[in-house]
């Protein structure tokens, strides 16, 4: 992957035909980061989100569940291939790579060959789709045992509860109208006294 292709990517596979914007999220491989990427990103009504060096694994779907065994199926059906029929080879006697439509073909079969339930629960692991109420953090990969970041589904629970006690406490608890009128500006302060107010 280069600069070209990575602008190649964005315009062809991304395009620029949505209506709302969107979020990207990818590593911080060099030409991510690139300005005229960044650029072509706008364009395109993305906003990127850059995911720290070595933090894939943990919050990056499909490498955390479902990856490597996706492309051990189509590793699988390229062996097969391999020690297949009679290939054709190159006048500098060199093995033609697969047809385009036969590789297409594997990985569709490889997709298929995927438990839609793992893909769906890999994207809970990774906290893109996880229930507000937080009854399923515990489904956080980084969060599990023996992971790093064992320690922060504690602390997670802890701001949360603080927040959560915030929020129950009435912000306006205790103001009076006096205390509105006194902080208000001259003139914001309505005088409702000659009004008929029920």
């Known amino acids: 992957m280069n600069e070209e292709l990575a602008l190649d990517w964005v315009r062809s596979v991304q395009g620029k035909f949505s209506f709302t914007r969107r ?37 990056q779907a499909p490498d955390v569940d ?18 297949g029929a009679a290939h054709s080879f190159t006048a ?19 997709w298929d060959g995927l438990d839609k339930t793992m893909i769906i629960n890999s994207f809970k692991s990774c906290e893109l789709t996880i229930a507000v ?5 515990g489904n956080i990969h980084c969060f599990k045992e023996n992971q790093p970041c064992r320690a ?3 602390r ?9 006690n915030s929020r129950d406490k009435d912000p306006f608890d205790g103001i009076t109208e006096s205390d509105v009128q006194d902080a208000a500006p001259d003139s914001l302060i309505i005088d409702t006294s000659d009004t008929d107010v029920e």
Not at 66 to 82: G, H, P, Q, R
Not at 133 to 137: F, G, L
Not at 156 to 164: F, H, R, W
Request: glycine share 4%; charged share 30%.
């Open 23 to 59: 979020i990207l999220a990818w590593d911080s491989f060099k030409c991510h980061v690139m300005e005229t990427v960044k650029q072509e990103l706008r364009t395109s009504k993305i906003d990127p989100l850059i995911i720290p060096g070595g933090c894939t694994k943990y919050i």
């Open 66 to 83: 479902w990856n490597k065994l996706f492309k051990a199926n189509v590793k699988e059906k390229y062996d097969e291939w391999m020690a």
């Open 92 to 110: 500098a006697g060199n093995m033609r790579a697969p047809p385009r439509r036969e590789i297409v073909k594997w990985i569709l079969a490889a």
């Open 133 to 137: 109420d937080r009854s399923e953090d």
């Open 152 to 154: 922060g589904l504690q």
């Open 156 to 164: 997670l629970k802890v701001v949360q509860q603080a927040m959560s």
